[in-house]
Structures are given as structure tokens and as C-alpha cells.
């Protein structure tokens, strides 16, 4: 390893160089997910083009026209030798959400979300998919190329996915279609994607994340119910004033706190990090009692993000009803983006938003002549996708923790990491349901972040971008990890 870290270090003024311009071009290529459209392709095309001139070998799966992946493979030096290990897969998607092409000063962009441009003041590339997820495109592809390039041998298959559709629910397009219908492309021991390996500074201390779980999801839509009728009088059952009263307790009310594996895990292992009197206060966030009033004492952005992995969550993030100034419709919708914890249902999030805004409001009830009549309210689920958890003591991924670990304390100062359940969803739930092998799934795609940088606003934000030098830095933490669980070697 000391000979393989030396040959390296000639060459990390041309990695760094090679990963960047990459990270440029892929973000001057719009691959904005439109749902039923996108051009993912138009990225493909690029990667095709990098690994053609290092020779790695690929596959390209266009799973409907426009919505194509890449899977790039480099085998191990002595198949036989790696006896039954898996491959380590780096997985990452190729679409984005939207920004605006046009008239992006407006909307409170400082740079062209697509010209991947270096802000002189304070260092960053900004563009749409800087950090979600083009980096790890560039890193990944880099390091193949360079494993590649220096003849490096490894003792399992390394393998990147480059995915489509990752933007939508379902990743219908993306890992769930190689999944589900190329298995053999992308099975491995374990898959790393995001979100993790990303610096937090948490008081004076900076630690790193990395993602053992995630929620699921599920897309409600809350209807209600009225008679009806004219807009010049006041309505006692008005079915818009009831959904926008219902938007407005599930906006401004937490979800009863629920305890399980992976929350407490994390909460854990945040403590295990932190001075003695500040372990204490996050352990008592798993208090019923205590929990709602320790996360309103946290700046606003802590308690964000710790109260979604305490509870299930529902957010209100569209409404509607009648069509007329003067007429009160007989229905009015919401539409509410449900998270719910590991171990948990869809169905048993739908009964906390029933008993936090009035169970009787979905129970049926006979009209005044004693006929059977629908509820004032009714649930239904437009579509859900699965949480998942990483069991902690399965030795592999023991192992590339300790791995992870090693690194980011060797890069960071000594720097700890925290395992992390995840509020938002990624393609690795999709890997976690991979029909012939389960890998252990972690999010770890690392970026270090200079304190006073709101990391979380980033991600699908105004002005999308990451530091120049937390991308290097990155870059050489990824490549250190994935050279150590490939028990990598110089020719």
C-alpha cells in the first residue's frame, strides 16, 4: 500500500485536474428530470467517451429513449483469489431537478446554473448537481480511470453505475430498472452512493455522516368533502377551509415521536461524538417526554433535520379545489410528501396525520335521512417506496465502516464518523432490493464543507455548489476507501 499511495501522490495534480474538468462538463450538460422526460443520456455519452480513452469497459443500458445508465466494470487481478466477495459498487445518479436556464439572476442565482463556474470570493463551482450528485459522478469515474490507467490491481470487481431517474420517487428508469431488469450488472457485497461522508460542524467539533438507513416515502392525497354551494355566505362544512386547516396542522406540528433501531442508532452514535453534557442532551431527545421541547432549544436547521428522524413526516406541498370566485366546490385536495421510519408502514403514517387533525373526520357518517355517506375526509397513497436499514453488526459492514473511519480521522484532523438514517430517500433502497445478492448499502459520496456553509440548503437549492477544495479533499478520501476494500496493490 505505502509503494501504491506513492505512485499516487506523483499524480494527484492530474486526478484532481481530471475529476474537476469532469464535474465542469457534466454539469454544463442539462439532465433536468422532467418526470416523464430526461437526457441522461447526453452524460452517458460523456462518461462513454472518458472511460473509451483509459480503457475501462462498460455497458450502456438506455432504459427508454432519452433516460440512459452506464455501468463501467474493472475486475479483480485474481477472480479465484477474491473467492466469493462481491464487488464494491459506486453508484450515482446522472439527473437533476430544475433550475433555470434563463432569467437565473432573478431567481437569486449568482452564477449560471450551467456554466460551472469558480466564484473567485469564495471558492466554490456553482451549478445544478454540484452536489447532487455530479461530484460523485466525477470522483468515481476518475478513480476508475486512473485504476485503470496505473494498472492497479484490485482484489474484487470495482464497479460504477452511472443512473438515470433518481429525481423521481421511484427511480423507475435509473437503479431500480437495472435492478429489476439487469441484476447481474450490479450486484455486489457493497454499494456506496449518497448521502454521506459530508462534513458537519456540530459546536466547535466537525464530524462526518455517513448513511446506514433511510426512510421511506409515500405520496398522499387528502381530499375533502362539502356540500357545497354559493360563495356569498359563510360555510360551516367548506371542504377548502378544511384542507387548508389540515395543511396547516401538519406544517406546524410534529408527528409522535417514535423510537426504533435507526433512530436511536444515530442518536447514539451523535453522542459517542460529543462532550460528555452534550451526549446527555441528545440521548434525551429519545424521551417522550422531553424529546418536543430539547429540539426547539436547536438552532433551527438541527432541529430540522434531527425531529425528521425522530418521527414519521408529513409535509404539505401542494393544494387545491373549486375552479369558480363565487362557488364553493363539493371537494378540495392536498397533496402531502409522507416519510416514514424504518420499521414502520405507510398505513401506520397515515394514522398519526388521523389523530393529530381528528380521527372523526375520516370515519363515515349516515346523512340526516340515515343513508350511508363518505367521510368529510379521505386518504389514499398515489405511491410509496420502501425505507431501509443496514443491520450494524453484519461484519462487512463493520468492516467498511472501520474503513470510512480509518480514512476520514487520517484526512480530517481525527475527525469522527456518525452513522446516520437518512430523512430523504436515494437509489440505494433500490440496491437494498437486489434479488440476488444484498449488499450492505452505505451513503458515503464525501465532501468537506467549511463551517457556516448550510450544507442542507444546497441540495436542490438556490445557488447549488461545492468548494473546490472539499472536492479534491473528497476525491482523495473516496480513492483512499475504495483502494483499502479492494485491498488494492501496485504493479
Same mark, same amino acid.
Given at each position: 500500500?505505502?509503494?501504491?499511495?506513492?505512485?499516487?501522490?506523483?499524480?494527484?495534480?492530474?486526478?484532481?485536474?481530471?475529476?474537476?474538468?469532469?464535474?465542469?462538463?457534466?454539469?454544463?450538460?442539462?439532465?433536468?428530470?422532467?418526470?416523464?422526460?430526461?437526457?441522461?443520456?447526453?452524460?452517458?455519452?460523456?462518461?462513454?467517451?472518458?472511460?473509451?480513452?483509459?480503457?475501462?469497459?462498460?455497458?450502456?443500458?438506455?432504459?427508454?429513449?432519452?433516460?440512459?445508465?452506464?455501468?463501467?466494470?474493472?475486475?479483480?487481478?485474481?477472480?479465484?483469489?477474491?473467492?466469493?466477495?462481491?464487488?464494491? !459498487?459506486?453508484?450515482?445518479?446522472?439527473?437533476?431537478?430544475?433550475?433555470?436556464?434563463?432569467?437565473?439572476?432573478?431567481?437569486?442565482?449568482?452564477?449560471?446554473?450551467?456554466?460551472?463556474?469558480?466564484?473567485?470570493?469564495?471558492?466554490?463551482?456553482?451549478?445544478?448537481?454540484?452536489?447532487?450528485?455530479?461530484?460523485?459522478?466525477?470522483?468515481?469515474?476518475?478513480?476508475?480511470?486512473?485504476?485503470?490507467?496505473?494498472?492497479?490491481?484490485?482484489?474484487?470487481?470495482?464497479?460504477?453505475?452511472?443512473?438515470?431517474?433518481?429525481?423521481?420517487?421511484?427511480?423507475?428508469?435509473?437503479?431500480?430498472?437495472?435492478?429489476?431488469?439487469?441484476?447481474? !450488472?450490479?450486484?455486489?457485497?457493497?454499494?456506496?452512493?449518497?448521502?454521506? +461522508?459530508?462534513?458537519?460542524?456540530?459546536?466547535?467539533?466537525?464530524?462526518?455522516?455517513?448513511?446506514?438507513?433511510?426512510? +421511506?416515502?409515500?405520496?398522499?392525497?387528502?381530499?375533502?368533502?362539502?356540500?357545497?354551494?354559493?360563495?356569498?355566505?359563510?360555510?360551516?362544512?367548506?371542504?377548502?377551509?378544511?384542507?387548508?386547516?389540515?395543511?396547516?396542522?401538519?406544517?406546524?406540528?410534529?408527528?409522535?415521536?417514535?423510537?426504533?433501531?435507526?433512530?436511536?442508532?444515530?442518536?447514539?452514535?451523535?453522542?459517542?461524538? !460529543?462532550?460528555?453534557?452534550?451526549?446527555?442532551?441528545?440521548?434525551?431527545?429519545?424521551?417522550?417526554?422531553?424529546?418536543?421541547?430539547?429540539?426547539?432549544?436547536?438552532?433551527?436547521?438541527?432541529?430540522?433535520?434531527?425531529?425528521?428522524?425522530?418521527?414519521?413526516?408529513?409535509?404539505?406541498?401542494?393544494?387545491?379545489?373549486?375552479?369558480?370566485?363565487?362557488?364553493?366546490?363539493?371537494?378540495?385536495?392536498?397533496?402531502?410528501?409522507?416519510?416514514?421510519?424504518?420499521?414502520?408502514?405507510?398505513?401506520?403514517?397515515?394514522?398519526?396525520?388521523?389523530?393529530?387533525?381528528?380521527?372523526?373526520?375520516?370515519?363515515?357518517?349516515?346523512?340526516?335521512? +340515515?343513508?350511508?355517506?363518505?367521510?368529510?375526509?379521505?386518504?389514499?397513497?398515489?405511491?410509496?417506496?420502501?425505507?431501509?436499514?443496514?443491520?450494524?453488526?453484519?461484519?462487512?459492514?463493520?468492516?467498511?465502516?472501520?474503513?470510512?473511519?480509518?480514512?476520514?480521522?487520517?484526512?480530517?484532523?481525527?475527525?469522527?464518523?456518525?452513522?446516520?438514517?437518512?430523512?430523504?430517500?436515494?437509489?440505494?433502497?433500490?440496491?437494498?432490493?437486489?434479488?440476488?445478492?444484498?449488499?450492505?448499502?452505505?451513503?458515503?459520496?464525501?465532501?468537506?464543507?467549511?463551517? +457556516?456553509?448550510?450544507?442542507?440548503?444546497?441540495?436542490?437549492?438556490?445557488?447549488?455548489?461545492?468548494?473546490?477544495?472539499?472536492?479534491?479533499?473528497?476525491?482523495?478520501?473516496?480513492?483512499?476507501?475504495?483502494?483499502?476494500?479492494?485491498?488494492?496493490?501496485?504493479?
Amino acid at each position: 500500500m505505502d509503494q501504491l499511495k506513492e505512485l499516487l501522490e506523483k499524480r494527484w495534480e492530474d486526478i484532481n485536474r481530471s475529476a474537476l474538468e469532469l464535474l465542469q462538463r457534466l454539469i454544463r450538460t442539462d439532465t433536468q428530470n422532467f418526470v416523464d422526460e430526461g437526457t441522461e443520456m447526453e452524460a452517458v455519452r460523456i462518461l462513454q467517451e472518458v472511460f473509451d480513452e483509459a480503457g475501462v469497459t462498460y455497458k450502456i443500458i438506455e432504459s427508454r429513449p432519452g433516460r440512459g445508465n452506464i455501468v463501467a466494470r474493472i475486475k479483480a487481478k485474481d477472480a479465484s483469489a477474491s473467492g466469493s466477495q462481491g464487488a464494491l !459498487l459506486l453508484n450515482a445518479h446522472l439527473d437533476t431537478v430544475r433550475a433555470p436556464k434563463t432569467n437565473w439572476r432573478e431567481e437569486g442565482w449568482k452564477h449560471d446554473p450551467y456554466a460551472a463556474e469558480i466564484d473567485e470570493e469564495d471558492g466554490c463551482l456553482y451549478g445544478r448537481g454540484a452536489v447532487d450528485m455530479k461530484h460523485m459522478v466525477a470522483m468515481s469515474v476518475t478513480i476508475m480511470c486512473y485504476v485503470a490507467k496505473l494498472g492497479i490491481e484490485l482484489s474484487r470487481d470495482l464497479v460504477f453505475a452511472g443512473v438515470a431517474d433518481e429525481e423521481r420517487t421511484d427511480s423507475a428508469w435509473g437503479a431500480k430498472y437495472l435492478v429489476e431488469n439487469h441484476p447481474d !450488472l450490479v450486484e455486489a457485497d457493497i454499494v456506496l452512493s449518497e448521502l454521506g +461522508g459530508i462534513s458537519l460542524h456540530l459546536d466547535a467539533r466537525e464530524i462526518f455522516l455517513v448513511q446506514v438507513a433511510e426512510k +421511506g416515502s409515500a405520496q398522499l392525497r387528502i381530499t375533502s368533502r362539502g356540500p357545497g354551494g354559493h360563495g356569498s355566505v359563510v360555510h360551516k362544512n367548506n371542504p377548502v377551509a378544511l384542507v387548508g386547516n389540515i395543511a396547516h396542522k401538519l406544517a406546524t406540528t410534529r408527528l409522535p415521536l417514535r423510537v426504533n433501531d435507526a433512530n436511536k442508532a444515530t442518536i447514539e452514535s451523535l453522542a459517542r461524538a !460529543l462532550p460528555y453534557h452534550k451526549s446527555l442532551f441528545f440521548r434525551w431527545l429519545l424521551s417522550p417526554s422531553l424529546s418536543g421541547y430539547l429540539l426547539s432549544m436547536l438552532p433551527e436547521e438541527q432541529s430540522r433535520n434531527l425531529g425528521a428522524i425522530l418521527s414519521n413526516i408529513a409535509t404539505p406541498t401542494a393544494i387545491g379545489g373549486g375552479e369558480q370566485f363565487n362557488q364553493v366546490p363539493t371537494t378540495a385536495w392536498l397533496q402531502v410528501d409522507g416519510r416514514f421510519l424504518p420499521g414502520c408502514t405507510s398505513a401506520e403514517l397515515i394514522e398519526d396525520i388521523k389523530q393529530l387533525v381528528g380521527p372523526e373526520l375520516f370515519v363515515a357518517k349516515p346523512d340526516p335521512s +340515515g343513508h350511508p355517506a363518505a367521510p368529510m375526509v379521505t386518504v389514499e397513497v398515489i405511491q410509496e417506496r420502501p425505507s431501509y436499514c443496514e443491520d450494524l453488526d453484519n461484519p462487512t459492514c463493520q468492516h467498511a465502516l472501520e474503513v470510512m473511519r480509518r480514512v476520514i480521522a487520517a484526512r480530517a484532523g481525527g475527525a469522527p464518523i456518525v452513522t446516520n438514517l437518512l430523512p430523504g430517500g436515494t437509489d440505494l433502497v433500490q440496491y437494498a432490493a437486489h434479488p440476488h445478492r444484498k449488499p450492505v448499502c452505505l451513503g458515503f459520496s464525501p465532501i468537506r464543507f467549511p463551517k +457556516g456553509l448550510n450544507m442542507s440548503a444546497l441540495f436542490h437549492g438556490v445557488n447549488e455548489r461545492i468548494p473546490v477544495e472539499g472536492f479534491k479533499w473528497g476525491l482523495q478520501v473516496l480513492f483512499d476507501v475504495v483502494l483499502d476494500l479492494c485491498s488494492a496493490r501496485a504493479v
